[in-house]
């Protein structure tokens, strides 16, 4: 969704939108289980900067309004820092 390169759904991380007081949250759907309509990007701090850049979560989840990325950019961070992966502008592996 941020970088649109086409890769294995098992290295992708699905995002789904669940409802808060604020509007939406999008969460990080680890098991794949999760109700709703999702979409996927990789766990990359630079390919979410990208989807967010862009404004891809609400047309791809379908949701208008206020999205509240903040739980979801800590998931990512933590999945970038334990993989060891660059995080920030030029992080973007060759896929």
Do not use: K, N, W, Y
């Amino acid at each position: 969704m941020g970088c649109r390169q086409r890769t294995a759904a098992g290295d992708l991380l699905r995002v789904v939108a669940v409802p808060s007081e604020a509007g939406h949250s999008l969460m990080a759907d680890r098991a794949r289980r999760l109700p709703g309509r999702g979409a996927h990007l990789h766990p990359d701090p630079a390919c979410f900067a990208l989807a967010e850049r862009r404004r891809a979560f609400g047309r791809a989840l379908r949701i208008t309004g206020v999205l509240d990325t903040g739980e979801l950019a800590e998931h990512i961070r933590a999945v970038a820092t334990t993989t060891g992966q660059q995080t920030g502008r030029g992080s973007q592996r060759a896929r």
